[in-house]
């Protein structure tokens, strides 16, 4: 089957042991059927702590999946001091479970072809998209496929495409993106009638429209609170993302209860000074996102516009992190190892499955 996938998909490495925030802590790690069987078989490494019969003692059953079970520390039993795996030392590649060798890759299985992606969700892929100035995202044949799923692909492409070339700002795409999307699903799609959505006229009209409406900040930044502390009430629950969450939501506590010594929109204009350096990086990021995430092999318009809420939300706590994070720093450079980490970990947290988003 044909494969397609962007860019920089072939230049990824894993950094190992050099990884600032490895994917071996914190986070559920899936054990497939066909490893937990094998891992039946399989005693563990002598170095192993605590030592348990076999490799298959070490998972547990959570949510409807197996997984790994992490230590006291959050981490993968068999993730070394040094950051490298205890398993792949000792036995090769082979004995990891898909998601700890596929990861961070993503495939998309649609009827004619597999579209592969990297997820940013890991910092080696944040890192990649920060030295390409626009990503590239294939195109799909459209000989090959329906006509309905052709006009969906041709939609994707036309988001993609803004998110990459509009002169507005990411937050302002998002809107036109959305709003779009809404006003598609109240029609009968065909290529005259994208073409005419996505002509310069009508989206310097949404434009225009977007411009005048009111967004009054200090509701924007409560609301981006409010949602950040939401989002991390089951990790704080189970310890997890701690260094990361812990002062973060001490502060979005304080905004909450309106004890901050300084005025928030005021800090806001400066944070956005700093914020724009790495505006090339999160139209990268956005528009992965829209390549990887808003149309599913058996997606339609209403779950592109789910999808595509779901995106914005994600965008907008990843954002009011780093903010939280550059007061927290001293409000000087916006340094990128915050922004990274910042997608990275928030990522992480919102990277739900497709029922779960929609429950």
Same mark, same amino acid.
């Not at 507005?168 to 290529?191: A, G, K, N, R, V």
């Not at 005048?212 to 924007?220: A, R, S, V």
């Not at 806001?268 to 829209?290: G, K, P, S, T, V």
């Given at each position: 089957?044909?494969?397609?996938?962007?860019? %920089? %998909?072939?230049?990824?490495?894993? =950094?190992?042991?050099?990884?600032?925030?490895?994917?071996?802590?914190?986070?559920?790690?899936?054990?497939?059927?066909?490893?937990?069987?094998?891992?039946?078989?399989?005693?563990?490494?002598?170095?192993?702590?605590?030592?348990?019969?076999?490799?298959?003692?070490? =998972?547990?059953?959570?949510?409807?999946?197996?997984?790994?079970? #992490?230590?006291?520390?959050?981490?993968?039993?068999?993730?070394?001091?040094?950051?490298?795996?205890?398993?792949?030392?000792?036995? @090769?590649?082979?004995?990891?479970?898909?998601?700890?060798?596929?990861?961070?890759?993503?495939?998309? =299985?649609?009827?004619?072809?597999?579209?592969?992606?990297?997820?940013?969700?890991?910092?080696?892929?944040? $890192?990649?998209?920060?030295?390409?100035?626009?990503?590239?995202?294939?195109?799909?044949?459209?000989?090959?496929?329906?006509?309905?799923?052709?006009?969906?692909?041709?939609?994707?492409?036309?988001?993609?495409? #803004?998110?990459?070339?509009?002169? $507005?700002?990411?937050?302002?795409?998002?809107?036109?993106?959305?709003?779009?999307?809404?006003?598609?699903?109240?029609?009968?799609?065909?290529?005259?009638?994208?073409?005419?959505?996505?002509?310069?006229?009508?989206?310097?009209?949404?434009?225009?429209?977007?411009?005048?409406?009111?967004?009054?900040?200090?509701?924007?930044?409560?609301?981006?609170?409010?949602?950040?502390?939401?989002?991390?009430?089951?990790?704080?629950?189970?310890?997890?993302?701690?260094?990361?969450?812990?002062?973060?939501?001490?502060?979005? $506590?304080?905004?909450?209860? @309106?004890?901050?010594?300084?005025?928030?929109?005021?800090?806001?204009?400066?944070?956005?000074?700093?914020?724009?350096? %790495?505006?090339?990086?999160?139209?990268?990021?956005?528009?992965?996102?829209?390549?990887?995430?808003?149309?599913?092999?058996?997606?339609?318009?209403?779950?592109?516009?789910?999808?595509?809420?779901?995106?914005?939300?994600?965008?907008?706590?990843?954002?009011?992190?780093?903010?939280?994070?550059?007061?927290?720093?001293?409000?000087?450079?916006?340094?990128?190892?915050?922004?990274?980490?910042?997608?990275?970990?928030?990522?992480?947290?919102?990277?739900?499955?497709?029922?779960?988003?929609?429950?």
């Amino acid at each position: 089957m044909l494969e397609l996938y962007p860019n %920089y %998909y072939s230049k990824f490495t894993c =950094t190992a042991d050099q990884c600032p925030i490895t994917c071996c802590q914190e986070w559920k790690i899936a054990v497939d059927d066909d490893t937990y069987r094998n891992w039946f078989t399989i005693q563990p490494p002598t170095d192993v702590t605590p030592q348990k019969a076999t490799l298959s003692a070490y =998972t547990t059953y959570q949510e409807e999946a197996r997984v790994i079970r #992490l230590n006291e520390q959050k981490k993968c039993p068999f993730l070394k001091e040094n950051g490298l795996c205890r398993l792949v030392l000792a036995h @090769g590649d082979a004995i990891l479970s898909d998601t700890c060798t596929t990861f961070p890759r993503e495939f998309h =299985t649609f009827s004619i072809h597999i579209e592969k992606t990297l997820m940013p969700s890991c910092p080696a892929v944040i $890192d990649l998209w920060k030295e390409e100035n626009k990503l590239s995202f294939p195109s799909v044949n459209a000989s090959l496929c329906s006509d309905t799923d052709n006009l969906l692909f041709s939609v994707r492409s036309h988001l993609i495409s #803004l998110m990459q070339n509009s002169p $507005d700002s990411p937050e302002h795409i998002l809107l036109e993106c959305f709003y779009i999307l809404l006003e598609l699903q109240q029609q009968t799609l065909s290529s005259d009638l994208l073409a005419d959505y996505f002509s310069e006229s009508v989206i310097g009209q949404l434009s225009d429209a977007i411009e005048q409406m009111d967004f009054p900040l200090e509701d924007t930044l409560l609301e981006c609170n409010e949602l950040l502390q939401d989002l991390a009430v089951n990790y704080q629950k189970e310890g997890l993302y701690s260094s990361f969450l812990t002062p973060l939501l001490a502060l979005a $506590d304080q905004i909450s209860e @309106g004890t901050v010594n300084y005025d928030l929109a005021e800090e806001w204009d400066a944070f956005e000074q700093q914020f724009f350096q %790495y505006q090339a990086l999160i139209r990268n990021f956005l528009a992965n996102e829209f390549f990887s995430d808003l149309l599913s092999p058996d997606g339609d318009l209403e779950s592109m516009i789910v999808q595509m809420q779901w995106i914005g939300m994600e965008y907008g706590v990843v954002r009011h992190s780093i903010f939280l994070k550059w007061l927290l720093e001293g409000k000087g450079n916006l340094c990128y190892e915050v922004v990274r980490d910042s997608l990275v970990i928030l990522t992480r947290m919102t990277g739900y499955e497709k029922d779960d988003i929609y429950e």
